[in-house]
DNA sequence: TTTCTGTGTATTGTTCAACAATCTCTGTAA
DNA sequence: TTACAGAGATTGTTGAACAATACACAGAAA
């Protein structure tokens, strides 16, 4: 987690070879995108053109291309002439996620048409099988599928995405932080009660409860994050890549 | 409306002299939305490179920077090898519309905490006194403002961002088919009543109204559209592009 | 020491020209 | 009429070039 550019680039090479790419600006960007998501492009790494295009073959427009869309996603952060950067989510940014998820989490489980919770039950499942097995990561990627699979009952592929993009926003703001290990196992429950609230038909209850859980992890996400920042404001462990790209 | 390439050549080639771009590519996306979002590319056009770049000044990578801009957009379609066309909505893209805003104005109605009510009141005036003088453009860039004003109640840029998108999407529609002069008129009131509504703090009836609403609304572009796409079936309506494109 | 200031170097922003890949169109033959 | 083949045009991608900007470092002034 959290390897330099250096550190990730053999590994990066050893995927681009001999791949045909019918749109290799996008594919280009999915390959990022992934490393990323993954935690091994950390927030606030730069990324260079001429390293990133020399291992993925590709030239530097196509490699442009797949940071305009990245930079759409949010995912990265372009800076006039100083590059491109791994999204360091503020805490405003923060607020603005969990702004967006309040609003569609609550709609979805109140007006869809759609009542197949089969990947729902899925999710809380896997979520508690990567709790027995302390499984941080485990936790936090079922826990996602089960907000991502609320969603998914809208039926929108424009909902889902803008849910996806906010979801890959979260795993930004959990590299950028110290993951606390007990962070997701109390919601377990509430997903599970949220749930069957809403196959129980009382919908606005189980709204009411999704909105009072996106507000507590909210908050404990936001101090986790003015603790982080209070941490890294030593000089010395801000690297030229997060000076470059601010604390802001 | 619905001018041909070759007709706003001229134009866009007006607004592109001495122009310092600091961004050049979403410039050029700004510039082409525009013309799209106005109705004088209509829907079905076909955005060819070479003539484009001579004409706005930029290089055909910074065009296709633009293209891929308006593409994630959905305002325009690209077809690898074939080219990029101004969307042509289909039916399907209208129910997606309208999912959305069945999801996103009702939520906004029900869970914002903003109260700021001056920019719907405006709205709806304009509505009204552009029905009084007849213009059918003026009561439909009207009621958008009325509908973007709602899911600006949420304080949310991504929200806000994806409505200003659908809504760019929906003039896109209204171009691809013959404008019924009364479409707007029946809403205006509809309108006035939600808000009504909602100043009344009776939020859950103000939603239920707005879900009616844009039921209706759907349904009623749905049908336009099919009688549209019946009239256009006749081979020498169609252009090269429209074939292109399909009529899927 | 600290702060300022100027210069050189590296990186990004944009353009241009080229070539391969693919599609469209036209004309011919069955 | 349909099928097919080839020429021409357009897109997809690359590589190199140059201007504009920012970064790092050295030296001068306080």
Request: charged residues 25%.
């Amino acid at each position: 987690m959290g390897m330099t550019l250096d550190e990730i680039l053999p590994d990066l090479r050893r995927q681009s070879v001999d791949v045909r790419h019918a749109e290799t600006g996008l594919w280009a960007a999915s390959m990022l995108r992934d490393r990323i998501s993954a935690g091994q492009l950390a927030p606030g790494a730069k990324l260079s053109e001429e390293p990133l295009c020399e291992v993925l073959g590709v030239s530097r427009n196509t490699l442009r291309e797949a940071f305009a869309t990245l930079a759409r996603e949010h995912v990265v952060t372009r800076i006039p002439n100083r590059g491109v950067f791994v999204t360091r989510p503020t805490a405003d940014d923060i607020r603005e996620i969990y702004r967006v998820r309040r609003f569609l989490e609550p709609a979805a489980l109140t007006w869809s048409t759609d009542y197949t919770t089969d990947a729902l039950h899925a999710a809380i499942a896997r979520a508690r099988s990567a709790h027995t097995d302390g499984s941080v990561p485990g936790m936090a990627s079922a826990n996602q599928d089960f907000h991502a699979g609320v969603v998914a009952l809208t039926g929108s592929d424009r909902l889902n995405a803008q849910m996806t993009q906010v979801l890959a926003e979260m795993r930004l703001v959990f590299h950028s932080m110290v993951a606390d290990p007990l962070f997701h196992a109390p919601y377990i429950d509430d997903n599970a009660i949220i749930l069957a609230k809403f196959e129980a038909g009382e919908r606005s209850e189980a709204a009411a409860l999704m909105v009072d859980y996106l507000r507590r992890a909210e908050q404990q996400l936001l101090e986790a994050h003015a603790r982080a920042r209070a941490a890294t404001r030593h000089p010395l462990a801000q690297t030229g890549a997060q000076r470059a790209y601010g604390t802001r």
